[in-house]
């Protein structure tokens, strides 16, 4: 939350939507959890793609 803060004032933003949202997400418990694919290995064996989650993944 300190990042909105942050562009907010930078940006000359209303908070309140931030802190509202904010306060629902913390409320609700929400668990943020991304889901990482095995990592893959290119034909040439010299790059492996392992840091991009599997939604973003290009193989």
Do not use: H, Q
């Not at 909105?4 to 509202?20: A, G, L, Q, T, Y």
């Amino acid at each position: 939350m300190e990042g909105i803060k942050i562009v907010s004032k930078n940006e000359d933003w209303d908070i309140e939507p931030f802190e509202r949202i904010y306060s629902k997400i913390r409320k609700a418990n929400y668990t943020n959890e991304w889901i990482w694919k095995i990592p893959v290995k290119s034909v040439d064996r010299k790059k492996v793609i392992s840091e991009l989650p599997e939604e973003f993944a290009l193989c």
